[in-house]
C-alpha cells in the first residue's frame, strides 16, 4: 500500500495527474518565485504526413528520457538530463523554426515517444527538478548533450554557426566518460567508395587526392578535413570535421574526435566517443555521479556560467 502510494505521488509529481486523477492526485505547488503556468509543446510525431501531439512539458520530459538516456543510471545523471532536455525544449518553444510544431519526435530535436508507463526512475528525475532549466545571461540555453564526448568536448561555435553566442560551451577535457561504450571505435572505407560517396554531396576529388586531417591547439578534435593532392599548389577540397561526419555517416563516423591510418586501398578512421561532443555527455554524467557528484556539479561542470533556476 505504501509502495502505491509513493508511487501514485511520483506520477503525480511528474505531472502524469491525468493518468492517476482518480486517486485525487495534485500537482505540486507552483513556485513562489514565480507564477508562469507550466508550458504546452506541440510535438511533431511524423512529418509526412504530419501527426502533432500537444503535450506539457514534464509530461513530454517521461517520453523524452525514457528513450535519450537509460533508466537504470543514477538518479543526478537523469536529472541534468531532465534539466538538459526541459531547456532545450523551453529555448525551441521560444525560438521556433517551424510553424505548424516546436520540437520534432526525432533526433533532429529530442528523441519522444509518447509512454503511459515511464520507469520510476524517470518520474523521480523530472519530478525532482520540476520547471528547472539553465539560464545564461537570463535566458534559456538551447542545452545540448550528447551521448559520449570520448574525452574531450566540443565548442557549440564549431559544430554550428547559430550556437555563437553560447561561449560558455567550449572544448575541455573529460575523464569522466572513460568507461563509455563507445570509447573506441573503427570505421572502414575503401578510397573508391570514399570518392563516390564526395561525388554524391557535389565534391569532385582530383585523381591522386590524398586526405589531411587538422585539429587546433584548443582541442584534438578534427576541425578541419582537407583532400589536397601533393606537391601540388591546386585549391584543396576542403569542409569541417563536423560536415565531414554527416557525409560519411554519423553512425559510421561516430565522432569528429579520430585519426586515420590508411592500407593501400583501405582508409580505417580510428575515433573516440559518440556524438557532436557539444554540452553535456551522458556518460560522463554517469561517471560524476558514479564519483558522488551531485546534479549540480554535473551541470557546472558541463554547462560552466549558467544558472540553474526554477522558471514555472
Ligand atoms: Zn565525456
Given at each position: 500500500m505504501r509502495v502505491m502510494k509513493i508511487f501514485i505521488g511520483l506520477?503525480?509529481?511528474?505531472?502524469?495527474?491525468?493518468?492517476?486523477?482518480?486517486?485525487?492526485c495534485q500537482r505540486p505547488p507552483p513556485s513562489p518565485q514565480s507564477l508562469a503556468p507550466e508550458p504546452h509543446l506541440r510535438v511533431a510525431l511524423q512529418q509526412d504526413p504530419l501527426i502533432v501531439k500537444e503535450i506539457n512539458i514534464e509530461g513530454y520530459l517521461m517520453g523524452v528520457l525514457a528513450h535519450e538516456i537509460y533508466a537504470d543510471w543514477p538518479l543526478p545523471t537523469?536529472?541534468?538530463?531532465?534539466?538538459?532536455?526541459r531547456s532545450y525544449a523551453l529555448y525551441r518553444l521560444s525560438h521556433p523554426v517551424h510553424e505548424e510544431f516546436d520540437l520534432s519526435a526525432s533526433v533532429?530535436?529530442?528523441?519522444?515517444?509518447?509512454?503511459?508507463?515511464?520507469?520510476?526512475?524517470?518520474?523521480?528525475?523530472?519530478s525532482q527538478t520540476w520547471g528547472q532549466v539553465l539560464l545564461f545571461k537570463g535566458e534559456v540555453i538551447p542545452a545540448f548533450f550528447h551521448s559520449c564526448c570520448g574525452g574531450y568536448t566540443e565548442a557549440a561555435k564549431r559544430v554550428w554557426r547559430w550556437a555563437d553566442p553560447y561561449t560558455f560551451l567550449v572544448s575541455q577535457p573529460d575523464s569522466y566518460c572513460e568507461h563509455c561504450k563507445?570509447?573506441?571505435?573503427?570505421?572502414?572505407?575503401?578510397?573508391?567508395?570514399l570518392a563516390e560517396t564526395m561525388r554524391h554531396y557535389g565534391y569532385d576529388l582530383p585523381e591522386g587526392w590524398?586526405?589531411?586531417?587538422?585539429?587546433?591547439?584548443?582541442?584534438?578534435?578534427?576541425?578541419?578535413v582537407d583532400f589536397v593532392l601533393p606537391l601540388v599548389p591546386i585549391h584543396p577540397v576542403r569542409m569541417t570535421g563536423a560536415h565531414f561526419r554527416q557525409i560519411l555517416g554519423y553512425q559510421n563516423l561516430k565522432s569528429?574526435?579520430?585519426?586515420?591510418?590508411?592500407?593501400?586501398?583501405?582508409?580505417t578512421f580510428k575515433g573516440h566517443g559518440f556524438g557532436h561532443g557539444v554540452g553535456m555527455?551522458?556518460?560522463?554524467?554517469?561517471?560524476?555521479?558514479?564519483?558522488g557528484k551531485t546534479l549540480e556539479d554535473i551541470l557546472h561542470f558541463y554547462y560552466p556560467e549558467t544558472e540553474l533556476k526554477r522558471i514555472y
Open positions: 506520477l503525480c509529481g511528474a505531472g502524469l495527474f491525468l493518468l492517476v486523477q482518480q486517486q485525487g537523469l536529472m541534468a538530463q531532465a534539466v538538459a532536455s533532429s530535436d529530442q528523441v519522444f515517444n509518447p509512454t503511459e508507463k515511464p520507469p520510476l526512475s524517470v518520474i523521480e528525475a523530472v563507445y570509447q573506441d571505435w573503427e570505421y572502414s572505407i575503401l578510397r573508391e567508395t590524398v586526405l589531411r586531417l587538422r585539429a587546433s591547439r584548443e582541442s584534438p578534435r578534427i576541425r578541419e569528429t574526435l579520430f585519426s586515420l591510418e590508411e592500407d593501400g586501398p583501405l582508409l555527455c551522458q556518460w560522463g554524467a554517469k561517471g560524476m555521479a558514479l564519483e
